[in-house]
């Protein structure tokens, strides 16, 4: 009753003066090369160094990055994100538009826009960059310039007190109160 039945395709017969116009329009075409997609300018690209991955030299790059794996030398992304994750382990002076530290920093880090160390997050180095956030429960060891950055030479213009009195992080160098 609810049977339904298959129509069987239709066969087409050969017509060989069709064959002979495909072959001669197809003779005439290029093979289309297949490229990626080019991103956009607002396209957000992300990269990432995995957890078991080791690097010693220098990055840079067009794109954002995600750190999780060890990386000793220098990370440079001029005007794109860079963020290390819970696991990454950086011995490198680190520059970029936005900087997250999720975990461990040793080096100087420099950002144009943003610089947050999170609760897990663990730095010992300078942070030179015009907003600056320490979670609760970041560890971090140096000095913090939020001064104006010279355009030309990508240098603060002010020199932060801890820089010219480095015995200022020596957390037994404290000035003493005048009675």
Do not use: C, W
Not at 5 to 25: G, I, S, W, Y
């Amino acid at each position: 009753m609810f049977k339904r039945q298959r129509k069987e395709p239709e066969t087409v017969a050969a017509n060989p003066a069709l064959d002979e116009d495909f072959a001669e329009v197809a003779s005439h075409l290029e093979p289309v090369k297949s490229q990626p997609p080019t991103p956009t300018a607002d396209a957000r690209i992300t990269a990432m160094i995995g957890a078991s991955i080791k690097i010693k030299g220098e990055i840079s790059g067009n794109e954002n990055l995600i750190i999780d794996g060890e990386v000793e030398g220098r990370v440079d992304l001029g005007s794109h994100d860079l963020t290390i994750g819970t696991s990454g382990d950086v011995k490198a002076n680190l520059t970029g538009k936005s900087i997250q530290i999720n975990g461990s920093v040793t080096g100087d880090i420099e950002s144009s826009e943003l610089a947050v160390v999170s609760k897990s997050g663990r730095v010992t180095g300078n942070i030179v960059s015009p907003r600056v956030t320490l979670e609760d429960g970041a560890q971090f060891k140096g000095s913090i310039d939020m001064g104006p950055i010279d355009e030309k030479s990508s240098k603060p213009l002010a020199t932060s007190y801890v820089a010219t009195h480095p015995s200022a992080i020596d957390n037994e160098a404290r000035p003493e109160a005048v009675a």
